[in-house]
């Protein structure tokens, strides 16, 4: 069975550099969710609107045919609501493990003010937030990123027993 992967949590979790990691720990692919987004959804967020479901749907879809046609597979995708993880699960091909980066606020915000050249503005993190679904023990493993990355890696390998693929 291919492993399907998804690096989940709001703006400035750490998404792509926890699937950065993972990837070179399991050997195994790792895609940005942000290259699936339309570039009308991409401008929006760049001028500061929050997307709604109608902009998101597609985006969804996006991520779980590229799951099914790529597994194994970890992509990085925010997966805000459980709708939209359930969105997932059903077009991905096969089973999915999301992965929940949970952080407070504050120390997200101040990781995206350090970051440049995303176009994800600080100004929707709130948006964020407010959208976000935090999932439970029987859809995600949750993460908490006020630690070491070494830490995180290996909680997450830990929780996946290992390296499968």
Sequence with gaps: M????????????????VGAALSEQLRIPYQ????????????KMRVGIPLDDDDRWPWLDRIANTLESDAPLIIGCSALRRSYRDRIR????????????AGDRDLIASRMAARSGHYMPLSLLDSQFATLERPGPDE??????DQPMDAIVGQVLSHLGGTPQ
């Design 2 to 17: 291919s492993l399907r992967l998804v690096i989940m949590g709001v703006a400035g979790c750490g998404k792509s550099t």
């Design 140 to 145: 995600a493993i949750e993460v908490t990123i």
């Design 32 to 43: 940005d969710g942000d290259d699936l987004h339309s570039a009308e959804a991409v401008e």
């Design 90 to 101: 059903a077009g991905s091909g096969g089973p999915v493990t999301f992965v929940h980066l």
